[in-house]
């Protein structure tokens, strides 16, 4: 092997380590920084959960149905428009319901719960991306800005038919 005086340029193959070595740093540095992209708007806010029957849940879900339905279906699930307030989202194999019309501007506390099993709840209007468990709700508070339709869809498996199993909340202009 020759003998590189000291001070030589180095060859080649020693640039290109040396660039590899730098990329492989720098990447080391952004995920140990990871946890600093949380501040300052912090990471998505925790759940607010508490222990509910599901029988007592579903009774709301009814309530609000049976006292808000707009009379229109989106396939089998009535669409219900509430007037504010306390709202009920019912997850169940395979679907969300009902379906949710609110209004922007208008604030509500939407309540979710699993009623059959695991289920996941991905809703990014309401930031919300969380698990559902059987016996618990999962309550964000939420106001809509603009109108449209918003998908909300399951996350965490819950069978042969998970993958389609979505929803939406319809945002419509408030009435006065
Ligand atoms: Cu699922």
Not at 46 to 69: G, I, K, N, Q, Y
């Amino acid at each position: 092997m020759p003998v590189v005086p000291a001070g030589a340029p180095m060859n080649r193959g020693e640039d290109s380590w040396g660039a590899a070595a730098a990329v492989w740093v720098a990447t080391f540095l952004l995920v140990a920084a990871m946890p600093a992209w949380w501040w300052p708007e912090g990471a998505l806010p925790a759940p607010e959960t508490s222990p509910l029957a599901t029988e007592t849940f579903l009774e709301r879900v009814d309530a609000m149905t049976a006292a808000h339905a707009t009379g229109e279906r989106a396939g089998d699930i009535p669409v219900v428009h509430p007037p504010g307030g306390d709202v009920y989202l019912a997850a169940q194999r395979f679907l969300f319901t009902p379906a949710l019309e609110l209004e922007a501007g208008q604030t509500y506390r939407l309540h979710v719960a699993a009623v059959d099993g695991m289920h996941g709840f991905n809703f990014p209007l309401a930031d919300a991306d969380t698990m559902l468990i059987p016996g618990w709700e999962t309550v964000m508070t939420l106001t809509p800005v603009a109108k449209g339709h918003y998908a909300l869809q399951c996350n965490e498996y819950c069978g042969l038919e998970h993958s389609r199993m979505m929803g939406w909340v319809r945002v419509v202009a408030r009435r006065e």
